[in-house]
């Protein structure tokens, strides 16, 4: 048995002892192991004692020590070792040993971040709540005209109360587009920060009864970013709620990780035990977004980012605007490995299904069955379109087909004193041409492999390194500024000199919405045509294959079995028995990892993932290169005559001769050497992996203990099969 220990078994202690004290007792602090009993005396498994020199230098870090016998039993055999840590305490360990010997609260009732309970309505005090007037008004010519009036929710601005307390629609848009007043800092990175405010959400649906006489959806949206989680105020019976500039709606969330996405949950508030009902989830993406530039965001609102026909829930708008402290820093923490896992700690059920749904989009418990495993092996095939991407590559790259754009000055025929007039200004006129730069550059690259075999390796490398750029061309080219990302020199650039080169953008509204509307149809045109010719091609295979077995039937088999065929029993009676039913949860398992997988390779090919395709682009290329002075040749052809004359010649006839005299013998002690080693990394391989679960099993208690019961998990990398639309 090898049990641990953590503050849930009150492993954790705070001695309180002076140095003069501490090295008055000679034999130092004694631990002493026993077996429980509840009835009788409980048995000792053993004991050993730690100098006050071994206490006093500790540090914290893992101290084994073996157990003893007790004292007068040395008869006793004992078996085990005992790990301690142990430090000086900081005036922070003090006041958290306090707070433990007291009964430490799940979440500070101060911590800005928590997610409060507050704010929701029951169905009869909104039935009973008045929400609207009208206002007798002068119109613009002098007539009376009426206002209508909303009361505004959750509260007024403590600023100005009589005059924010009822407020036109017009005036509420106003007043949610102005910049927030209060902010919340939030997270522990240190590579940058970024600064979101919800704005409002459009036609959710109402989740509540009676929303005839007034009871409709009590809207909030959740926050969860790395490890933290934020939440909005309430805004009560509301479909199309808007968040003002005073209330709890904006947040300055610190980076850690350049992957990391902000996912936003909204939910109908409900009251007492019952879980928040979930109206849907939007994932933001921030590695495309320029530093030092204000967009103003909207999102189709889905329940569900696995099914193919979902369906928009209506809509949330997001101010956002991201400040780099270390640019170069962001681009490096794409190379941690292992990438950081992010884990946030709820005090309470609900509020754990409602962190889940944001980041995961899993609402209760998980569901297996042949459905999922359906939907999941329809995603895998749809993963084919990828052929259409490398035959359409291929054709632009056999065909010379240009893609590179060129202005190129062209004269044209104009009269002679028109020249002198114009100074020959008008004389010329502009042209782009695109230039097939990869066409030729693949051409070279060929002969080159051609005349001299051993740049194969290079040629491969660099071939991986032109499919990634020719992605990232791609979406470079597309007409909608949402769909482009960062350039290869940017991050090149960010790279070098710590910081890239990227003026403040100036997005229109609906800018080139027409061009990328006609650029998504000729590409979905291409695709469907490319998937008919392929569908075509496997019924016409059906076809082909059903005509040969009907050919092969009417021939007949020789082998006549002459025995029965039917006959009772369970399966003659037509009842079926499943016998992969107990493995849908291992199947449907192993389907969603692969699934996973070819989401991030697939982001990783299109430059969603941009700062890993930059490394692994990098990467290529720079092998590429280095490949390029390798001797393959020369290393090839010492190699292989070094082991002819070394393995192959007369001289073998000796090593067999003195095999069994000296060699086997030597061998032997060889292989005991190495064996003895391999127990040894082992040993120390199986040891560090006993520390990791321990320590994970420590960080986990005690962050339960400090923040909550409930651990959600809040993914790094982005593992949705659909991105959230702007």
Not at 41 to 53: A, D, H, Y
Not at 361 to 377: C, D, E, P, R, V
Not at 571 to 579: E, L
Request: hydrophobic fraction near 35%; charge should be neutral.
């Amino acid at each position: 048995m090898e049990p641990t220990y953590t503050i849930q078994t009150g492993s954790l202690f705070l001695l309180t002892t002076t140095a003069d004290d501490l090295f008055d007792c000679q034999d130092g602090l004694k631990f002493e192991i026993k077996d429980y009993d509840t009835v009788g005396g409980s048995e000792s498994l053993g004991n050993t004692f730690v100098s006050p020199r071994t206490l006093y230098e500790a540090d914290g870090e893992r101290m084994v020590f073996p157990l003893l016998p007790e004292a007068g039993r040395t008869s006793v055999t004992v078996k085990g070792n005992i790990a301690i840590r142990c430090r000086h305490a900081t005036e922070h360990d003090i006041e958290f040993m306090a707070k433990l010997k007291r009964g430490m609260s799940k979440v500070s009732e101060e911590d800005p971040t928590a997610l409060s309970t507050d704010g929701g309505r029951s169905d009869l005090k909104s039935m009973m709540t008045i929400n609207t007037k009208t206002e007798k008004n002068m119109s613009p010519d002098g007539g009376p005209a009426k206002l209508k009036k909303y009361k505004i929710r959750p509260y007024a601005d403590p600023d100005r109360k009589s005059e924010t307390k009822w407020l036109t629609h017009a005036q509420i848009q106003d007043e949610a587009m102005k910049r927030s007043k209060n902010w919340i800092d939030a997270g522990t990175g240190d590579l940058g920060k970024v600064y979101l405010e919800i704005i409002g959400c459009d036609g959710l649906p109402n989740l509540d009864s009676g929303g005839l006489v007034g009871n409709k959806t009590d809207c909030y949206v959740t926050v969860v970013f790395e490890d933290c989680v934020l939440k909005t105020d309430v805004i009560a019976d509301k479909v199309s709620p808007r968040w003002l500039s005073w209330s709890k709606r904006a947040f300055a969330l610190r980076v850690m990780h350049s992957s990391s996405q902000i996912h936003l949950g909204i939910f109908d508030y409900d009251t007492g035990y019952d879980d928040h009902d979930a109206i849907g989830r939007v994932s933001i993406d921030l590695s495309n977004f320029h530093p030092y530039t204000e967009y103003l965001l909207h999102y189709n609102v889905y329940n569900t980012d696995v099914w193919k026909d979902r369906k928009a829930r209506g809509s949330i708008t997001v101010r956002l605007m991201i400040e780099y402290e270390n640019e170069r820093g962001l681009l490096l923490s794409s190379l941690t490995l292992p990438p950081p896992s992010f884990h946030v700690n709820l005090p309470l059920k609900k509020d754990f299904h409602v962190v889940r749904y944001a980041a995961t989009g899993q609402m209760g418990a998980k569901k297996y069955g042949l459905q999922h495993i359906n939907t999941s092996i329809e995603e895998l095939m749809t993963y084919q379109r990828a052929l259409f991407y490398i035959q359409d590559g291929l054709k632009s790259i056999v065909l010379w087909r240009g893609h590179h754009p060129v202005s190129v000055c062209i004269p044209r025929l104009c009269p002679f004193k028109d020249i002198e007039e114009l100074g020959g200004r008008q004389c010329t006129r502009s042209v782009t041409i695109k230039l097939p730069i990869r066409s030729l550059l693949v051409f070279v690259a060929a002969v080159i492999v051609v005349e001299h075999p051993t740049y194969l390796l290079s040629f491969i490398l660099a071939s991986l390194g032109l499919v990634l750029s020719s992605s990232l061309g791609f979406r470079r080219n597309c007409p909608s500024q949402w769909f482009r990302c960062r350039t290869y020199h940017y991050h090149l650039r960010t790279l070098i000199f710590g910081k890239g080169i990227s003026p403040p953008q100036t997005i229109a509204p609906y800018e080139n919405a027409e061009e990328f509307g006609e650029f998504e149809k000729s590409w979905e045109e291409n695709i469907k045509a490319y998937e008919e010719e392929a569908e075509k091609a496997r019924v016409e295979n059906l076809r082909k294959q059903e005509e040969y077995q009907k050919e092969m039937a009417a021939i007949g088999d020789a082998n006549v079995d002459i025995s029965t065929q039917g006959g009772g029993g369970v399966m003659g009676t037509g009842v079926t028995i499943d016998p992969f039913a107990a493995l849908w949860v291992q199947i449907q398992t192993i389907v969603e990892q692969v699934v996973t997988i070819m989401r991030f390779v697939r982001n990783v090919v299109i430059w969603e993932e941009s700062y890993i395709a930059f490394w692994l682009t990098t990467s290529l290329y720079l092998l590429a290169i280095i490949c390029l002075f390798v001797p393959w040749g020369w290393l090839i052809l010492w190699t292989t005559r070094i082991l002819v004359w070394a393995f192959l010649g007369p001289w073998m006839k000796c090593v067999d001769i003195f095999w069994h005299s000296y060699f086997k013998q030597k061998f032997q002690e060889m292989k005991e050497e190495g064996e003895r080693a391999q127990q040894e990394q082992l040993d120390l391989l199986r040891m560090q992996a006993r520390t990791a679960r321990e320590d994970a099993k420590k960080l986990k208690v005690l962050k339960q203990a400090m923040f909550g019961s409930y651990i959600s998990n809040v993914p790094t990398f982005k593992t949705s099969r659909y991105k959230s639309s702007e």
